[in-house]
């Protein structure tokens, strides 16, 4: 058995802190204890109000938790399996409390797509179309077996599984899941976006001017001389 592969703490956790102090013995159980060491008090001060991160860190932290607590599923439903997508908009279920109630019915508007039922091999083209119309970044998740592998119509109308023409993000498997099983893979499909490395362009930082320097009023572009018409 392979191990999984290590995950990088910047993506995971972008604030570093300092480490933490070793717990004196005499330390009563649930009783704070004061530290003896200045040295140690004005690191436990430090720590309260300060943050150690990077812009990058910083910027990905941001876009990632925007990202994964404002999905926007596109409605779009197959067959039985789309009943139970339907009510996890409900009030039983209540998805809004992850913030991914908002389906759209424009493709240009979702960033996931819940591929909810059998997808026929007429439909399949259809599908990927929809696919290619979502902006970037998208996600896919394969609800029910149907979507996931065929399910039990393995015959030659149904795709044998819709990795095969979109890539999937997560599957949720079940014939049908209940609104409790997809609600989960919406959550899993969180913590994936949440430790995705988010691209951002090079920053330009401009120098700083010297102290002292005395400004400079920006040069204006020189007029073109004018040429007089008609001269000798
Ligand atoms: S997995 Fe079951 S419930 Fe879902 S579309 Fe297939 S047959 Fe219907």
């Not at 204890?33 to 140690?40: K, N, R, Y």
């Not at 090079?202 to 102290?211: D, F, G, R, S, Y």
């Amino acid at each position: 058995m392979t191990e999984p592969p290590a995950r990088d703490p910047k993506i995971d956790n972008p604030f570093r802190v300092l480490p933490a102090a070793p717990v004196p013995a005499a330390a009563a159980p649930g009783r704070p204890v004061a530290p003896s060491d200045p040295a140690e008090a004005l690191r436990e001060e430090v720590e309260r109000g300060v943050l150690f991160t990077t812009v990058g860190g910083m910027v990905n932290w941001a876009v990632n938790q925007s990202r994964a607590n404002a999905i926007w599923p596109l409605g779009f439903g197959l067959a039985c399996c789309a009943i139970e997508m339907m009510a996890i908009v409900g009030p039983r279920f209540d998805i809004s409390r992850f913030g991914a109630e908002v389906f759209r019915a424009s493709p240009r508007q979702a960033d996931l797509m819940i591929v909810a039922g059998r997808v026929s091999i007429k439909m399949a083209p259809v599908l990927r179309q929809l696919y290619d119309q979502m902006p970037d970044p998208k996600w896919v998740i394969s609800m029910g077996a149907c979507a996931s592998c065929g399910g039990v119509f393995n015959n030659y109308a149904i795709l044998q599984g819709v990795d095969k023409i979109v890539p999937v993000d997560v599957y949720v498997p079940g014939c049908p899941p209940r609104p409790e099983a997809l609600i989960h893979g919406i959550m899993k499909l969180q913590e994936k976006i949440l430790v995705s490395p988010v691209e951002i362009g090079p920053l330009t930082l401009q120098p700083l001017p010297a102290p002292g320097a005395a400004k400079k009023a920006p040069k204006t572009p020189k007029k073109p001389a004018r040429k007089s018409v008609g001269a000798a």
